[in-house]
């Protein structure tokens, strides 16, 4: 058992909490779409095709934006293949997945089935194999009024009267990447979105623009990218994106455990490459980061786009994950927690049977894998202002990261009702924490609501069709809130926790 001590201030603040980080992602990819949120044959499904089933666990998860369609797909995507009526969309090779895509769904009903769930649609626009042209045309398509324009009045005669309301859009996907179809040098990308952006904003000047930041911090133009990106984009974007996929390489369990080290990094680093941007122009603008792709993601068992064969909606990267793989996806949600003040969107990478929180079965049942836990709680209950933390803990020794904190705690307190959500992470495999946390400087009596923890004794059990609840949080013993206000608990071994407190 190891100590750790918690300092906590309701004065002393992060940030607030922009909705947008409990983002997710619906790329047309595997069985992301079809046979994922679509299935019309579904005993589940609605009048549109979409599965009841799935959407009521997309709003139990949470979810705030998702962003749409792609991801590598969108890069080589014709969107107006996707709109209009059904019969008469093409079929198409996608080159990013190698799947024939037949476009049953597309803009209006992506948009629509968003709406329906709650959920705010985030757009790319294809800057591989398009531009300027197809980008501002998709707009209009999307956000125009009825009789504005012939584009908007295409949308209108498709069935869809409203405008789809879509505010923010991502210029391109991953466009540092080789495996990107119509790879761009930092510089041909950064004229590129530029020229796009500047376009989007003349039709529209209140729009939130992403511009493409690394696809992973391996990248050998990691941080360079972005500074040449920015030099073209800083005036006419408001967010530069963000991937980042992790795994235990090489079976480095400790390490993985730490993974949100790397992320923190990638934040930190980012931020202050846009900063010196900034400085350079001497711009009172201060950009924000959009993380619209993370999560756990065994990568190593993925042979790569270019093996794939030609399929059909095939299954593609359906990783089952377990409860260490629920540790680190609660850690990383608490290290975008603690950098909100430079994080304004974050997407995980993907919603449903691809890399996703929840799987189906054709014509059978969704379920809820290990990560959806974290994620729905923190998107439940992690809401309003982030507080910084001084944690005093054991230092745990990782192959990858050096020293990191054997325990990581957040904190985020609800300006309204002075309830204090507290978020956190034993990354150490064999010995479990002593939390302590005295809450005296919050002035009124605290009570303790819940304490729910994913720790369970054997990390690898998983979620599955058959056992759809092995692993879910459940309540933890042993945790009081004394006279003193000081809150003690115990953490067990590579577990994750969320400590409730109201008034
Ligand atoms: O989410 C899977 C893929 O990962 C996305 O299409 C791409 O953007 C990233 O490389």
Redesign the pocket.
């Known amino acids: 058992m190891y100590d750790v001590e918690v300092g906590l201030d309701p004065a002393f603040t992060v940030g607030t909490v922009d909705p947008r980080l409990y983002g997710s992602?619906v790329?047309h990819?595997g069985r992301c779409v079809y046979g994922g949120i679509f299935e019309p044959d579904h005993p589940t499904a609605d009048e549109h095709g979409f599965r009841g089933d799935v959407a009521d666990l997309v709003r139990e998860l949470g979810v705030t934006v998702i962003r749409y369609p792609?991801?590598?797909?969108?890069s080589g995507y014709r969107w107006e293949d996707g709109v209009g009526p059904v019969a008469d969309r093409p079929r198409r090779l996608d080159l990013?997945?190698r799947s024939l895509e037949p476009n049953t769904v597309g803009t209006d009903e992506f948009c629509r089935w968003a709406r329906g769930v709650g959920v705010d649609p985030i757009m790319a626009v294809n800057l591989g194999t398009r531009g300027v042209d197809a980008a501002v045309d998709l707009l209009e398509y999307t956000n125009f009024a009825p009789g504005s324009t012939s584009t908007a009045d295409r949308r209108v005669a498709n069935g869809h009267k409203d405008a789809h309301g879509v505010t923010t859009w991502c210029l391109g996907?991953?466009m540092d990447?080789l495996?990107?179809i119509g790879h761009k040098t930092a510089d041909e990308y950064g004229r590129l979105a530029a020229e796009t952006a500047r376009a989007m904003r003349r039709a529209d000047p209140d729009l939130e623009l992403v511009a493409c930041g690394s696809?992973?911090s391996g990248m050998p133009t990691f941080g360079s990218w972005e500074r040449t990106v920015l030099e073209h984009t800083y005036d006419l974007v408001d967010h530069i994106s963000l991937?980042a996929?992790f795994e235990p390489v090489g079976g480095d369990v400790d390490s993985f455990l730490a993974s949100s080290e790397e992320m923190r990094r990638m934040i930190t680093a980012i931020a202050a490459t846009a900063d010196h941007v900034g400085a350079v122009r001497r711009s009172g603008k201060r950009l924000t980061i959009s993380f619209d792709?993370w999560?756990v993601?065994y990568q190593h068992r993925f042979s790569g786009q270019d093996t794939l064969e030609r399929n059909e909606n095939a299954p593609l990267?359906e990783d089952v994950y377990d409860v260490t793989d629920a540790v680190v996806v609660g850690d990383l949600l608490m290290a975008l927690l603690d950098h909100c003040d430079r994080v304004s969107i974050a997407c995980q990478?993907?919603l449903v049977n691809?890399?996703a929180p929840i799987m189906t079965q054709a014509g059978g049942p969704a379920w809820r894998q290990t990560i959806f836990h974290p994620f729905a709680l923190t998107a439940r209950h992690a809401r309003g202002t982030v507080l910084r933390t001084a944690v005093r803990t054991a230092q745990l020794p990782t192959q990858r990261y050096g020293d990191v904190p054997a325990t990581r705690v957040s904190a985020v307190q609800d300006p309204e009702t002075g309830a204090l959500t507290l978020l956190a992470a034993n990354r150490n495999r064999t010995e479990p924490a002593r939390l302590t946390v005295p809450l005296r400087a919050f002035g009124e009596r605290l009570r303790l609501v819940e304490h729910l923890a994913i720790a369970e004794t054997d990390p690898s059990a998983t979620n599955t069709a058959e056992h759809p609840d092995r692993v879910v949080p459940r309540p933890a013993n042993g945790t009081v809130l004394d006279g003193d206000q000081t809150l003690t608990a115990t953490l067990p071994p590579s577990s994750w926790h969320l400590i409730r407190l109201g008034n």
């Open positions: 992602f790329e990819m792609g991801g590598n797909f969108v990013a997945w996907n991953e990447g495996w990107q696809s992973n991937h996929y792709e999560n993601w990267i990478a993907q691809v890399i």
